[in-house]
């Protein structure tokens, strides 16, 4: 399995599952607050994905690289995910809040990875850890 599919995908699951310790044990605090706010909004809704993982990774691909000011060498990869945006309910989960259970968005994200400092290996099974993640292209699928 390589990195796009075990790491971002396991990464993304932790995220729709609502896992913030698993999350806290792969990512850096700037990638940990990205993903901690993006929950704080779907706790507020009182809304949760339906699907609880990620539905397919299409391409991730290196577009850079460097050693940083810690020296330790760090990648930033554009992955193209696509995902059904479909929000229900907390406790009706039959009762869809946000998007269609059709609705599949094509998304694709920037996300930096460094050698995390204290690595659980058992747990994640690499040594990376994600500091950065951002959306960068978000369009519905036509089906």
């Known amino acids: 399995m390589c990195i796009r599919d075990r790491y971002m995908g396991m990464v993304y699951n932790c995220f729709l599952q609502n896992d913030v310790e698993s999350l806290s044990k792969v990512c850096s605090s700037d990638a940990l ?9 779907r706790q507020e809704k009182k809304m949760e994905p339906k699907h609880k993982y990620l539905w397919n990774i299409e391409r991730a691909e290196i ?7 810690f020296q330790l060498p760090e990648f930033t990869f554009k992955i193209d995910t696509q995902e059904i945006h479909c929000y229900v309910d907390q406790i009706d989960h039959k009762k869809i809040v946000e998007g269609d259970d059709g609705r599949i968005t094509m998304c694709q994200y920037s996300v930096r990875l460094q050698l995390h400092q204290s ?10 850890e994600v500091i950065e993640v951002r959306q960068i292209g ?6």
Request: hydrophobic share 50%; net charge negative.
């Open 138 to 143: 978000n369009l519905i699928a036509l089906i």
């Open 63 to 69: 577009v850079g690289g460097h050693v940083n000011e």
């Open 119 to 128: 690595p659980d290996l058992e747990f994640a099974g690499h040594p990376w």
């Open 33 to 41: 607050g990205y993903f901690k706010a993006l929950l704080r909004v």
